[in-house]
């Protein structure tokens, strides 16, 4: 089996997916013995979000699989492993905003003062419609690492990232963007699962039911929470999530078949379980 996914990177800087293809290598090993060997590769062209989901709708797309935060729509073009990857914890978002601007920030108290703030976000991103049902205006940005500069230079008020991107794209990037800084106040929280996705076809079947089995197998022998707690695990500690307040807003994009019931494929970092 030959598993091939996208390479990200449109500028030097992108760690974004190094947690999903480690699980994704792991769910595969695990299941070798039922499926036999594999070979994993990252796609020798780098693509934007666009051009990734081109290349797997396509029969003889460069890859076969890619990690994304979910939607009815995604599902229903191509096949979802409905296990949500990171444990549900795309849907914590942290604030990266100019340092000037700190104060401003901290006077939100409500989804309604933070309406009187613009949002930044990649084009096309599950996370739009999301903010924009809330009422939270959005600008969007073409490609990833120009929103940094978007940010930088004023376009929008805040760039909405998970915890742990939040804090890693801060440690990669405040040298070149020396005012940017992690709000340190506010909690933006709404249910957003990240699944694998496959190709539908007979391949992209096969690929996603080996998928599904090896990362039951990691969430059953606890193997899923020591890549969780080793990729994740610092950034959540360092998020002084015990003193932010909680912003809680819906998403009407939420597919019916989300496994919200089984509690134990989400991680509620307030809780720390």
């Not at 309406?115 to 990833?144: C, F, H, M, Q, S």
């Not at 008020?157 to 940017?180: L, V």
Request: avoid cysteine; glycine fraction near 6%; proline fraction near 6%.
């Amino acid at each position: 089996m030959r598993v091939v996914y996208p390479l990200t990177a449109l500028d030097e800087v992108d760690s974004r997916y190094e947690y999903d293809w480690a699980v994704l290598r792991m769910a595969l090993e695990k299941t070798e013995p039922r499926y036999g060997a594999f070979e994993i590769h990252q796609s020798s062209h780098a693509m934007s979000s666009q051009r990734v989901a081109q290349e797997l709708l396509m029969s003889g797309g460069r890859i076969n699989i890619f990690a994304r935060a979910s939607s009815a729509q995604l599902e229903q073009q191509f096949i979802p492993v409905r296990l949500p990857v990171d444990k549900g914890l795309l849907g914590y978002r942290m604030f990266l905003v100019r340092d000037a601007d700190l104060p401003r920030f901290a006077a939100v108290r409500t989804i309604d003062d933070l309406r009187k703030l613009r949002a930044g976000l990649g084009k096309d991103w599950i996370d739009v419609p999301v903010l924009r049902n809330a009422g939270i205006p959005v600008v969007e940005g073409t490609n990833y690492p120009g929103l940094f500069a978007m940010l930088a230079a004023g376009r929008f008020d805040f760039f909405s990232r998970a915890i742990d991107e939040a804090q890693r794209e801060f440690k990669e990037r405040r040298t070149t963007y020396p005012h940017m800084v992690i709000e340190p106040t506010l909690l933006l929280r709404y249910p957003l699962p990240k699944y694998f996705f496959t190709r539908r076809d007979a391949e992209g079947k096969l690929l996603a039911q080996r998928i599904n089995d090896g990362m039951e197998m990691m969430i059953k022998d606890g193997s899923l929470n020591v890549l969780f707690e080793k990729y994740k695990g610092e950034s959540i500690r360092a998020g002084g999530l015990q003193h932010r307040r909680v912003l809680q807003v819906q998403n009407p994009h939420l597919a019916p078949e989300t496994p919200l019931s089984r509690s134990e494929l989400w991680f509620n970092p307030m809780t720390g379980k």
